[in-house]
């Protein structure tokens, strides 16, 4: 089995406790919740990882998510990760995120703008 540390994503022995590529404490990562080891992986370096974590936060209507996966937005230039953001915060369903799926409906890629039609018409 290969283990990879939780904080800077690289290969990692199976039996350390500190990475030695960025002296994150492994342990301290098993004690975080579900939510927020899902919130830390949209900075994983796997698109498909990255992809599923936006998908599971918006299944869960992780309010905590919000702010990140709008910053995750902000910072791709992916315009299907962007689609899987806008999903994901209109499932989540606050005034905020719902109010940012809004103001894609005047984003300049066409993916973007049809997606946040397409769900600005379910409400």
């Known amino acids: 089995m290969v283990y990879f540390c939780q904080n ?3 290969e990692i022995p199976p039996d350390v406790t500190l990475c030695p590529f960025c002296g994150a404490d492994i ?3 098993d ?4 939510e927020d080891k899902l919130i830390h992986a949209l900075h994983h370096p796997l698109p498909d990882t990255v992809n599923i974590a936006i998908t599971v936060l918006g299944n869960i ?4 998510a919000v ?5 995750l937005f902000n910072k791709t230039s992916d315009p299907y990760i962007q689609k899987e953001i806008l999903d994901a915060l209109f499932a989540i369903g606050t005034k905020e995120s719902i109010r940012f799926v809004k103001t894609m409906l005047a ?3 066409v993916i973007v703008r049809k997606e946040a039609e397409m769900l600005i018409k379910k409400l």
């Open 31 to 34: 004690l975080q919740t579900f």
């Open 107 to 109: 984003h300049t890629n």
């Open 27 to 29: 342990k301290k990562y």
């Open 67 to 71: 702010k990140p996966l709008k910053e």
């Open 8 to 10: 800077c994503f690289k």
């Open 61 to 64: 209507q992780s309010r905590k």
